[in-house]
């Protein structure tokens, strides 16, 4: 026992006292000989559950001590030793014979000849499958050590969602290693606490097993930062050892509130002459138990890193008061603040909003007889079990509640998402995140309560309501008022989402959500709206190179042509189906030629010409592209002025409804206008960029393909456009261009005006935006008329000198 401290504290397992979780039973090899291990374990199930199977416990004991009987431990201890304490700690947290019978046999499968099937066969399916589920894969070549953990994580994890039995007993495994992790190697001890501290201890408390994680993340502390550890325990004895009786004054002062007795009147806070509770607790209040328990190394740790401030006897000390039921809790509540000046704003309430892993308890803190901050929490008996054993308590009299899982709201939503999720760290980072979230209450306009991680958006809301909700969430409002999609939602926000069926998830969203479902949903989408992206991509390539032969490309896909030629191109299996075949292209994986090529063969048309397709040398393909960007060949001749296929711009082409990837991106470079001549530049895994005809950045990707493109007829799209007048510096001139702007239905967004040549002429630069190429001219020919202009051009990249072009 710690100095200092009453003999009601409870001190925490990893110290070496009793602690909140199972403890560490003493398991020898004599023990494992004279079959005193059996013994003893069978007599603890008898403890905990009224109809044990002892049969089964036999059996299992008896085929794991043959499956691990040469086996040692890097101590030296027979390896059956481990298996004989995980089943010890099951049996402590009460759990049923199967789950005891599995803890014996869960590393039979992975290191004996012992196969699931047998296990099936001598013990049942039930406990066959909880250790197939706690079983890592075998070692598969091909996956990387990190690929290989993830992998099993996930295989435990959808093995829990139909039993959770299947991480209690990991849980109770890892807890046992970390109980030894001093014979390990110090790359190992450090490689397991941290994987221990990150998933494991988290995935405890979301189960309520309170001692356990506890005691895993006091243990992976003492092995991450032993220096820190040590300091830690060393100013816990250093405040304990300053105030040796105030823990007992404390627990005396708490007792003495439901004895019967009145508080000393220096402990009650003065009313306005209002006289203290008078309730006799002893005859309406019931039995009332309080204790003490002292705070852990690691989390006096936290605490202390979260505020920053000097350690006092309320960060490392805490009280509960146990009561009958839950309506004894609150009476407790008031007599406890009637008696003690509570704290303000320290009062928590997890009985009307539990906690995710079903924690219940009133938390508040009141000023104590010394004049020092106590903590209390205040539960009933139920509620303390709950606390203690979390999950567990579930069990009654060692029997299988079942269907428990469905009860964990995390893991639904771990279950749902997952599925989604085909790369195994990606998974597993994200659980992490899961796992390691403070949580806030948010509520529905109906008053459902839902749980979100910290710092969570309306978009997180949105998804966890329902994936389409999500998908097509276009703005929130948050207590009534409108609200960003960006704001982070706070405790006891009322939540409202606004849909449109014409929105979807945008790439930002993946920087504003917090929550794994949401991120997993919006990564899915913005993954199939890029492969339909490079599917159109590449179809309208490949029809073009068709169409300017005479082919018809519909018709090739009518009779399957087209993904029969997904084997010679040598896609993988998978991307073999026509969509795959043209979003290889479109990333340009597959060339477009290439496939053109195979299908005009089989056809029975010549082969296409290099000049037409793209083959040839490399300096000739430079010398075509230069002379095409140009509008000349070598002989002085028109060269693709008239291209036989051009793919058409539309607007659906250009916009993408609904937040996708464009199939033509406008290069803001030039910021083509519906009217401007086009040159297209196909960039592999992009798509297609268009230029105005002449574009610099359009020359300079000379090792890309060209694509002719031509506007749809009649097209008019709000485009932005850049326009230097070039004037005298006349009074009145600047209202008149304005007034030509508006004259032509032109909104100018941004203005700068300067003058030069010591001030008698200036340069006027309009960014405006416009419809069509004929209204930019109409705009142009108009400014050119005014009284004191001295010239108009539209300029494409300003400043260069090189490329501003007249009309």
Not at 325 to 341: E, K, N, S
Not at 345 to 350: C, N, P, S, T
Not at 549 to 563: M, P
């Amino acid at each position: 026992m710690t100095a200092g401290l009453p003999s009601a504290v409870a001190e925490p397992a990893a110290w070496g006292g009793p602690g909140w979780g199972p403890t560490a039973p003493e398991v020898t090899e004599a023990g494992l000989d004279d079959g005193t291990a059996l013994t003893e374990l069978v007599q603890l199930l008898r403890r905990r559950q009224s109809h044990p199977d002892e049969g089964l416990i036999t059996r299992a004991f008896e085929a794991a001590s043959r499956a691990h009987a040469e086996q040692r431990r890097k101590s030296g201890e027979p390896y059956f030793v481990h298996p004989v304490r995980v089943a010890h700690s099951i049996a402590q947290l009460g759990l049923d014979s199967a789950s005891v019978a599995a803890g014996l046999l869960h590393d039979a499968v992975e290191d004996s000849e012992i196969t699931v099937f047998e296990l099936t066969e001598q013990f049942g399916r039930e406990v066959a499958n909880i250790v197939d589920g706690v079983t890592k894969l075998g070692k598969v070549p091909y996956l990387s050590r990190a690929t290989q953990q993830a992998e099993s994580f996930r295989k435990m994890l959808l093995a829990m969602s139909r039993d959770i039995r299947v991480l209690m007993v990991k849980l109770l495994d890892r807890l046992d290693n970390m109980r030894t992790l001093q014979h390990m190697a110090t790359d190992k001890r450090e490689r397991i606490s941290r994987e221990t501290m990150q998933i494991y201890a988290p995935l405890a408390n979301r189960l309520g097993l309170e001692g356990v994680r506890r005691e895993l993340q006091d243990l992976s502390f003492r092995y991450l930062e032993p220096v820190s550890f040590a300091a830690v325990r060393k100013d816990i004895s250093g405040v304990l050892s300053r105030h040796p009786g105030q823990p007992d004054l404390a627990l005396e002062g708490l007792q003495r509130s439901f004895d019967g007795r009145s508080p000393p009147p220096s402990a009650r806070p003065d009313f306005g002459g209002a006289e203290s509770s008078s309730m006799d607790w002893r005859e309406h209040g019931g039995v009332v138990t309080v204790r003490a328990t002292l705070r852990t190394p690691y989390r006096v740790h936290r605490r202390r890193e979260a505020t920053g401030r000097t350690l006092e006897l309320s960060d490392i000390v805490t009280f509960q008061v146990i009561t009958d039921d839950r309506a004894a809790c609150y009476a407790a509540l008031g007599l406890l603040h009637a008696h003690f000046q509570p704290v303000p704003g320290r009062f928590r309430d997890y009985i009307a909003l539990p906690r995710p892993n079903h924690y219940r308890g009133l938390h508040t803190s009141v000023v104590g007889r010394e004049g020092g901050r106590v903590e209390i929490q205040i539960r009933s008996r139920a509620m303390d079990d709950v606390a203690q054993r979390g999950i567990a308590a579930a069990w009654k009299d060692g029997s299988h509640p079942g269907g428990e899982a469905e009860h964990l709201a995390w893991l639904r939503g771990l279950m749902d998402w997952q599925r989604d999720v085909s790369d195994p760290n990606e998974f597993i980072e994200a659980v992490k995140a899961d796992l390691f979230a403070d949580e806030i209450y948010v509520f529905t306009p109906g008053g459902d309560v839902h749980t979100f991680p910290k710092d969570s958006t309306p978009i997180d809301f949105a998804f966890a309501i329902h994936t389409d909700v999500g998908m097509h969430c276009s703005g929130a409002r948050v207590n009534g008022q409108a609200v960003p999609l960006r704001y982070h939602l706070r405790q006891g926000d009322t939540v409202e989402i606004i849909t449109n069926p014409n929105h979807g998830p945008r790439p930002e969203w993946m920087t504003m959500c917090v929550t794994s479902r949401a991120k997993t949903k919006i990564r899915q989408h913005l993954r199939q709206q890029e492969r339909e992206h490079l599917r159109e991509v590449g179809r309208s390539l490949v029809e073009q190179l068709l169409t300017g032969r005479g082919l018809s490309l519909s018709d090739y896909e009518s009779r399957g042509w087209v993904v029969e030629q997904g084997e010679e191109l040598g896609l993988p299996r998978e991307a073999r189906d026509i969509d795959g075949i043209y979003a290889a292209v479109g990333a340009g994986q597959v060339e477009a030629e290439a496939l053109a090529r195979a299908l005009a063969n089989r056809d029975g048309v010549p082969q296409v010409p290099p000049e037409d397709i793209g083959d040839g040398n490399l300096l000739s393909r430079v010398f075509r592209r230069v002379a095409r960007a140009r509008g000349r060949d070598g002989k002085g001749t028109a060269l693709g002025a008239t291209p036989t296929a051009p793919i058409e711009v539309t607007r659906n082409r250009v916009t993408a409804p609904g937040g996708g990837r464009a199939t033509v991106e406008l290069s803001p470079c030039c910021s083509p206008v519906p009217g401007d001549p086009l040159t297209g530049v196909f960039e592999a895994g992009r798509g297609i960029s268009a230029h105005v005809e002449g574009c610099p950045e359009a020359l300079d990707m000379l090792s890309e393909r060209r694509v002719f493109l031509v506007w749809e007829p009649g097209l008019a799209l709000e485009r932005p456009v850049t326009v230097e007048v070039r004037t005298g510096n006349m009074v009145g001139l600047l209202a008149e261009m304005s007034r030509a702007f508006s004259g032509n239905g032109v909104n100018i967004k941004q203005a700068n005006c300067r003058s030069f040549a010591n001030g008698d002429r200036a340069i006027n630069t309009f960014h405006a935006s416009v419809s069509t190429r004929a209204q930019l001219e109409r705009l142009m020919a108009e400014l050119k008329g005014i009284d004191g202009v001295l010239g108009v051009e539209r300029v494409f990249t300003q400043g260069s000198g090189i490329y501003p072009r007249p009309l």
